[in-house]
């Protein structure tokens, strides 16, 4: 069956020092994968997905993800982390050929100190 | 830029009402999506709509309902709310199967259920 792990439920960072957020997902075939940020209050907002090509992904706000099919992984990066990012992140592995569903992971809780 | 809108951010209810959460979508999208999401449970998909008037249940489909009636309507229906129903809901929508687009999600609506 399909999953996604997060395995940090939260994490504390302070502002200016790096960040990597874990993802591991279980899936049969080449995965669909997307990173979705939401800060206090609010929805999901797609800060970068995965289909196919170079498994280095950019994204939005800075952030990046890569893609590895041996580790089944696909952990979330930033160099420098801003106060704003504070928010929760989840991994997402899509079933694109079946229905479009999404499987969410836990989510992950970043709380950045000044 | 795609909208996705909830009819209410908080909602406080009885156990034993009837709750309607509707959601509109203005993409024209064919699928719409309802989570809930719980802490230490990430997002678990309810049920979701790939066209007008069809429906499937998702993961957690029991004591919930749906219509959709439009294209860019997707309602949630508690025929008789309990209290564990209390969640965040999420509704999200997204282009047809096949494509790279991914889900857009709505800002969410709190309910209690006392």
């Known amino acids: 069956a399909q999953s996604v792990t997060q395995p940090d439920i939260h994490i504390t960072v302070s502002e200016g020092a790096s960040l990597e957020l874990r993802c591991n997902y279980s899936?049969?075939?080449?995965?669909?994968l997307f990173w979705y940020v939401q800060s206090p209050g609010q929805g999901l907002q797609l800060l970068l997905k995965?289909?196919?090509?170079?498994?280095l992904v950019q994204g939005i706000k800075g952030f990046e993800a890569e893609f590895k099919r041996s580790q089944s992984s696909f952990n979330l990066r930033k160099p420098s982390v801003h106060w704003s990012d504070a928010a929760e992140y989840f991994c997402?592995?899509?079933?694109?050929?079946?229905?479009?569903?999404?499987?969410f992971g836990t989510g992950t809780r970043l709380q950045v100190f000044p | 830029d795609v909208k996705v809108t909830q009819s209410s951010r908080y909602l406080v209810k009885r156990t034993g009402e009837k709750v309607f959460l509707e959601c509109v979508q203005d993409?024209?999208?064919?699928?719409m999506f309802w989570y809930r999401q719980d802490p230490g449970l990430g997002l678990r998909l309810i049920y979701f709509?790939?066209?007008?008037?069809?429906?499937e249940k998702g993961d957690i489909p029991e004591g919930y309902s749906v219509s959709r009636e439009k294209k860019e309507r997707f309602s949630l229906i508690l025929e008789s709310a309990s209290t564990n129903q209390t969640s965040m809901y999420l509704c999200?929508?997204?282009?047809?199967?096949?494509?790279?687009?991914?889900?857009?999600f709505g800002p969410g609506t709190r309910l209690t259920v006392l």
């Open positions: 995965y289909f196919s090509g170079d498994t």
């Open positions: 709509s790939y066209d007008v008037k069809m429906k």
């Open positions: 997402a592995v899509g079933i694109i050929y079946n229905t479009d569903k999404l499987i």
């Open positions: 999200a929508s997204s282009p047809p199967q096949g494509s790279t687009d991914t889900q857009y």
């Open positions: 993409m024209d999208h064919e699928n």
């Open positions: 899936y049969g075939a080449t995965p669909y």
